[in-house]
């Protein structure tokens, strides 16, 4: 049996725990649930839903509670981003004392068919919220800061997204024109694949995909990884196929996914404040050329809305 096996909380007074702060915890369980193996879901459905009452569990009992095994625990805890169990237990029992004392909801809030809609309305205000945050905490700044850098100065910026990622990938390409760059969305995987073809260095294409697994998506970055463009990939699985193709990888996260609330849905909302993020860092980047074109799409917009047919 191995040492992450075996151990147990020391009797003194812990340091604080390497790995995830209780509120990324709950931002990991959420995010990689999905993508676990069914044992690994287990053990991280049990964390979510009781973490004051899994911290006080050995590894032994976790595994007994979960049907799993010891390894299997150990194992999901090195996912989350732990050492080992003894400091996802840790981080457990400090989620655990941050709910009590009101400063950190539960983990997970479902919507049932017979919720009233005032029920409705106040879960899926915290669900967005949750995504938000939860994006915001794991967000690698310094994987932002690279792709703000080459769409800073690119020739030339092409898009791909398919379905509610393509309304996201228009909304940025739309932010980047209205601060004078070139961009292009693309939702037609053929014309994706054209457009592609005509990248080169100096160039920037970006694939926005949940799943990480959207072929329609991927095979457009790759022939734009091959040409030799800056390649970004916004998506909620950081392990998913579409990031064997990208220079720069932008993670998102998003909500359990229900019967009345599609992946698509909340995808969507994490997606939108990267696509923010990126472009707020290029008009501070550009200010100087930023300012002045986005005066300039205020003005002729007013101007056609003022305007009389």
Same mark, same amino acid.
């Given at each position: 049996?191995?040492?992450?096996?075996?151990?147990?909380?020391?009797?003194?007074?812990?340091?604080?725990?390497?790995?995830?702060?209780?509120?990324?915890?709950?931002?990991?369980?959420?995010? $990689?649930?999905?993508?676990?193996?069914?044992?690994?879901?287990?053990?991280?459905?049990?964390?979510?839903?009781?973490?004051?009452?899994?911290?006080?569990?050995?590894?032994?009992?976790?595994?007994?509670?979960?049907?799993?095994?010891?390894?299997?625990?150990?194992?999901?805890?090195?996912?989350?981003?732990?050492?080992?169990?003894?400091?996802?237990?840790?981080?457990?029992?400090?989620?655990?004392?941050?709910?009590?004392?009101?400063?950190?909801?539960?983990?997970?809030?479902?919507?049932?068919?017979?919720?009233?809609?005032?029920?409705?309305?106040?879960?899926?205000?915290?669900?967005?919220?949750?995504?938000?945050?939860?994006?915001?905490?794991?967000?690698?700044?310094?994987?932002?800061?690279?792709?703000?850098?080459?769409?800073?100065?690119?020739?030339?910026?092409?898009?791909?997204?398919?379905?509610?990622?393509?309304?996201?990938?228009?909304?940025?390409?739309?932010? $980047?024109?209205?601060?004078?760059?070139?961009?292009?969305?693309?939702?037609?995987?053929?014309?994706?694949?054209?457009?592609?073809?005509?990248?080169?260095?100096?160039?920037?294409?970006?694939?926005?995909?949940?799943?990480?697994?959207?072929?329609?998506?991927?095979?457009?970055?790759?022939?734009?990884?091959?040409?030799?463009?800056?390649?970004?990939?916004?998506?909620?699985?950081?392990?998913?196929?579409?990031?064997?193709?990208?220079?720069?990888? $932008?993670?998102?996260?998003?909500?359990?996914?229900?019967?009345?609330?599609?992946?698509?849905?909340?995808?969507?909302?994490?997606?939108?404040?990267?696509?923010?993020?990126?472009?707020?860092?290029?008009?501070?980047?550009?200010?100087?050329?930023?300012?002045?074109?986005?005066?300039?799409?205020?003005?002729?917009?007013?101007?056609?809305?003022?305007?009389?047919?």
């Amino acid at each position: 049996m191995t040492e992450d096996v075996k151990e147990t909380f020391a009797p003194s007074a812990p340091s604080p725990a390497p790995g995830p702060a209780p509120a990324a915890l709950a931002a990991k369980v959420r995010t $990689l649930g999905p993508s676990m193996t069914r044992s690994m879901q287990r053990v991280a459905e049990a964390v979510a839903g009781d973490p004051a009452g899994c911290a006080a569990l050995t590894v032994t009992g976790l595994a007994e509670l979960t049907g799993t095994s010891e390894a299997t625990v150990v194992r999901t805890a090195r996912l989350l981003g732990y050492p080992g169990y003894r400091d996802l237990r840790l981080a457990l029992a400090g989620l655990a004392a941050q709910q009590q004392s009101g400063r950190a909801p539960a983990i997970t809030t479902d919507i049932a068919v017979d919720d009233p809609l005032a029920d409705v309305v106040a879960k899926l205000a915290y669900d967005e919220q949750q995504t938000l945050a939860d994006t915001a905490a794991g967000l690698d700044t310094a994987q932002l800061g690279a792709a703000v850098t080459a769409l800073a100065g690119a020739r030339r910026i092409d898009v791909y997204g398919i379905g509610a990622s393509g309304l996201v990938a228009q909304d940025l390409t739309q932010k $980047l024109l209205r601060i004078g760059l070139i961009a292009h969305a693309h939702s037609d995987p053929h014309l994706a694949v054209t457009n592609a073809v005509q990248l080169r260095a100096g160039d920037v294409a970006i694939a926005i995909t949940h799943s990480g697994s959207t072929g329609d998506v991927i095979e457009p970055l790759r022939v734009a990884f091959d040409r030799g463009a800056t390649t970004v990939a916004v998506t909620g699985r950081p392990d998913g196929a579409v990031t064997q193709y990208a220079d720069h990888v $932008l993670t998102t996260a998003t909500s359990r996914e229900s019967e009345l609330r599609p992946a698509a849905m909340s995808s969507r909302t994490s997606q939108l404040l990267v696509v923010d993020c990126l472009f707020v860092g290029v008009a501070q980047r550009t200010y100087e050329s930023a300012a002045p074109a986005l005066s300039a799409s205020y003005e002729a917009l007013a101007h056609r809305h003022g305007a009389r047919p």
